[in-house]
Nanobody, 115 residues
Framework: QVQLVESGGGSVQPGGSLRLSCAAS????????TRWYRQALGQQRELVAT???????SYVDSVKGRFTISRDNAKNTVSLQMNRLKPEDTAVYYC?????????WGQGTQVTGSS
């Protein structure tokens, strides 16, 4: 059974940092495209960051230069380092791992950026 479990969410003042982690069981992240999405209250889910199997990364414009996606193959985890957080970053953040034949999601972790 495949399971993705996010951790590291919380509340932080604007300008602060958080690091989200996603741990997988049942799959190996190195063989999947991995992404972080977020969904703010009343909004559609938004793609935030992507790491390809080969390690290429991409980001939505609103987080470029502030967020960094990374993968630790030894620990089988994917992380999202979030710096200089803004109130508009407030959302539930979801980890996703996919191939052409499979698509797995975590349960989400809440990030709140407010003073």
């Amino acid at each position: 059974q495949v399971q993705l479990v996010e951790s590291g969410g919380g509340s932080v003042q604007p300008g602060g940092s958080l690091r989200l982690s996603c741990a997988a069981s049942g799959i190996t992240f190195a063989f999947y495209r991995t992404r972080w999405y977020r969904q703010a209250l009343g909004q559609q889910r938004e793609l935030v960051a992507t790491m390809s199997i080969g390690g290429t990364t991409s980001y939505v414009d609103s987080v470029k230069g502030r967020f960094t996606i990374s993968r630790d193959n030894a620990k089988n985890t994917v992380s999202l380092q979030m710096n200089r957080l803004k109130p508009e970053d407030t959302a539930v953040y979801y980890c996703n791992a996919a191939t052409n034949f499979a698509d797995y999601w975590g349960q989400g972790t809440q990030v709140t950026g407010s003073s």
